[in-house]
């Protein structure tokens, strides 16, 4: 099946930093993709989806000048967690769709806040 | 508003037997629905997609079925072993939820030797 990567795998930063977490499709072109949050125990959250070269739609509560995110190209895609607290650290999961057919999960990327 | 269930939020068994997770939702105008297994600190893994104009889907040891009227799906793995062990996350894609996909709970799956 069709390959989603990201980079990177686990980030520990420093309170006040920001953080960049790339997502890539491998084998194929996406055409949006899909960045998701997710708590110990917890289901996927959605933040934003976004489609190459337009400006990602976020969902309510998240804050688009927190949480940057660049759809470059049809295999990448990028979040940037600016100045990072505590509180940002999770789980963080992007996907990869092509029109009409399933989403591809990238294995997801542990970001810690000190 | 589209809403997914999951049940039972957890289950073990021993391994051999066949178990069925169970998913349902409010929302019968979906265009399809995907199975997901999460192993704990990665990814989703896609187990079967449905369509909405299909009845169920197999591979291997899973079978998924689809019934959009009454709002309910079904995965049964048959014979289970250790190595099913994970979190199986049930999701749809519909009108009413844009191009969103929406999660269910899920279900956290452990099979004992």
């Known amino acids: 099946g069709a390959v989603v990567s990201q980079h990177p795998s686990r980030v520990i930063c420093k309170s006040g930093t920001s953080v960049k977490i790339e997502c890539r499709s491998l084998d194929f072109q996406a055409t949006t993709m899909f960045w998701y949050r997710q708590f110990p125990k917890q289901s996927l959250m959605l933040m934003a989806t976004?489609?190459?070269?337009?400006?990602?739609?976020?969902e309510q509560g998240v804050e688009k000048d927190k949480f940057l995110i660049n759809h470059a190209s049809l295999t990448l895609s990028t979040l940037t967690v600016t100045s990072a607290h505590p509180e940002d650290s999770s789980f963080y999961i992007c996907?990869?769709?092509?029109?009409?057919?399933?989403?591809?999960f990238g294995p997801g990327t542990r970001l810690t806040v000190l | 508003k589209q809403e997914v269930t999951q049940i039972p939020a957890a289950l073990s068994v021993p391994e051999g037997e066949n178990l069925v997770l169970n998913c349902s939702f409010t929302d019968s105008a979906i265009y399809n629905l995907q199975w997901f297994r999460q192993d704990p600190g990665k990814g989703l893994t896609s187990l079967l997609l449905?369509?909405?104009?299909?009845r169920e889907q197999t591979s291997g040891r899973l079978n998924a079925s689809l019934d959009k009227s009454s709002g309910r799906s079904t995965l049964y793995i048959a014979a289970s072993q250790p190595g099913d062990s994970a979190t199986y996350l049930c999701a749809v894609y519909g009108e009413t939820s844009g191009s969103r996909l929406t999660f269910g709970e899920g279900t956290q799956l452990t099979v004992n030797p």
């Open positions: 996907s990869a769709r092509v029109a009409g057919g399933p989403q591809y």
């Open positions: 449905i369509q909405s104009s299909q």
């Open positions: 976004s489609n190459e070269g337009s400006k990602a739609t976020y």
